[in-house]
């Protein structure tokens, strides 16, 4: 059985699905973020992250969140704002994660940019603003896939319920599967 959600169900925090998908990445950043390292969600304004984690080295991993339901010429320039100020912001990053609840489309057809060759291009010059600034940056995509994949684990199974009603395979789930089972079998 495959994971699918409607974005667009997120369950709205403070009348927002913009800030719930915020808060879902950062709930994902904060797993993920190393052992030994520390933790920071921010509030508004954001300086360019969501969130971000300090490493035992004092470097930084960060996430900006875009709720984006299409990727034209106005999402790429929240996301380059969103870049320059990271970039400004925090002088220590060395890996940027970008969420966004779509896949990039990467048709390859003849005399069209498809959102995959927009990004490789976007992370070029992203990367060319850090190396100007004395740094050295891993730009990194969170999409749909990706999302889904987190979000697939059994220890997020709560979020799955919390975020969008939606029942994931934890315990609790496959405690019911294997009575159902018993009680047909008997």
């Known amino acids: 059985m495959a994971l699918t959600l409607d974005w667009k169900a997120i369950r709205p925090l403070d009348g927002s699905s913009a800030s719930s998908f915020e808060e879902l990445c950062s709930q994902l950043a904060r797993v993920e973020s190393p052992p030994g390292s520390r933790f920071e969600r921010k509030g508004t304004p954001d300086a360019g992250v969501e969130c971000y984690t300090v490493l035992g080295d004092g470097s930084e991993w960060g996430w900006q969140a875009k709720y984006f339901d ?22 220590l990053l060395v890996r940027y994660f970008i969420c966004i609840p779509l896949d990039r489309p990467d048709g390859r057809i003849p005399g ?10 976007h992370v070029t010059k992203w990367s060319g603003w850090a190396t100007g600034r004395g740094m050295a940056v ?15 684990l059994t220890q997020h199974a709560g ?25 047909t079998d008997t």
């Open 70 to 91: 299409g990727l034209g010429d106005s999402q790429w320039s929240q996301l380059d704002d969103s870049v320059k100020t990271a970039l400004e912001k925090h002088p």
């Open 112 to 121: 069209r940019q498809s959102a995959k060759e927009r990004w490789d291009v």
């Open 138 to 152: 891993e730009f990194i995509y969170w999409g749909r896939h990706e999302l889904l994949e987190r979000l697939s």
């Open 159 to 183: 979020r799955l319920k919390f975020w969008f009603d939606v029942h994931g395979f934890d315990g609790a789930w496959f405690q019911a599967r294997l009575e159902e089972a018993v009680r």
